[in-house]
């Protein structure tokens, strides 16, 4: 059946024309390009020792060197492939399991929606870095559980925000055709609703990305992500900060990459919503 608020060919039409959403997709794709590129581009190990301590621009180390003389350069292309697969799969794992949550609340009622509720305000209550600190100081800080703490503080949200969306869905005379053509509750809420749910979805999967990139990077920073040696832009950040006014290059590269990345997902959230609220109109 055929939704009120479906994404029609003249709205799909209307996205690369849509500046905040080419913004968004040449920041973003200039920082995934970097991060799963870099590992092959990099001239250097991220542990070699290959110039002076907090040294400058040489011939093939273009952002000079780190506070332990290694290629600041390298360390930036190797770096950023934590950053990208940790923050992408947070979000993609709170996407997941927050829009499973919120139609299953939305529908279900009852018990199992104030149930569901609950939980979701118990998590809310907590600020999303101070949640994922607070696991990741108690249990370890291996990446696969970084990853999933991430998710768990993000899908409060999700789970909101389809509750939220699919009851309005649920409203529409469409679904109440398929009830009584006799659809199972599963086909409604995977062929009728859900459907319905995307972009809304994608917008919050853009700023959710944002987030998770701040937040992993935060948690580098603070000594709680990626371990030495390893490179990890937020991890940069933190060892040499000392050196600022020595060798500015080796902290405002890896901000910079982090603010990319950010930038770049928020900004294509917010193209992807404006073209939402131009097809509701």
Do not use: C, K
Not at 215 to 233: C, M, Q, R
Request: aromatic share 8%; glycine share 10%.
């Amino acid at each position: 059946m055929n939704s009120p608020f479906s994404m029609d060919q003249s709205s799909t039409s209307r996205w690369l024309r849509q500046p905040q959403l080419r913004a968004g997709a040449i920041l973003t794709l200039l920082a995934l390009l970097a991060a799963v590129a870099g590992p092959l581009l990099a001239p250097h190990g991220a542990a070699d020792f290959v110039g002076a301590v907090y040294g400058a621009r040489a011939p093939g180390a273009p952002l000079g060197f780190d506070y332990l003389g290694r290629d600041v350069l390298s360390r930036l292309l190797l770096g950023g492939w934590s950053v990208v697969w940790m923050a992408s799969a947070a979000a993609l794992a709170a996407l997941a399991a927050g829009t499973a949550l919120g139609l299953v609340a939305a529908y279900a009622g009852g018990r199992t929606d104030r149930a569901l509720g609950w939980s979701a305000d118990v998590l809310l209550a907590f600020p999303n870095l101070i949640l994922v600190l607070l696991v990741v100081s108690l249990l370890g800080r291996e990446p696969w559980l970084i990853v999933l703490t991430a998710a768990l503080a993000f899908v409060p949200g999700v789970l909101r925000l389809v509750r939220s969306l699919a009851l309005g869905v649920a409203a529409q005379e469409f679904v109440e055709a398929a009830r009584l053509l006799g659809y199972r509750r599963r086909q409604i809420l995977l062929r009728e609703i859900l459907p319905n749910l995307l972009t809304p979805l994608l917008v919050h999967f853009g700023t959710m990305l944002s987030w998770a990139v701040t937040i992993l990077s935060g948690l580098s920073f603070l000594g709680y992500g990626v371990a030495p040696p390893a490179a990890d832009w937020g991890l940069m950040i933190n060892e040499n900060r000392a050196g600022l006014q020595a060798q500015p290059l080796a902290v405002l590269a890896p901000v910079l990459m982090i603010v990319l990345f950010a930038l770049g997902a928020n900004l294509l959230a917010e193209g992807l919503a404006r073209i939402h609220a131009r097809t509701e109109r």
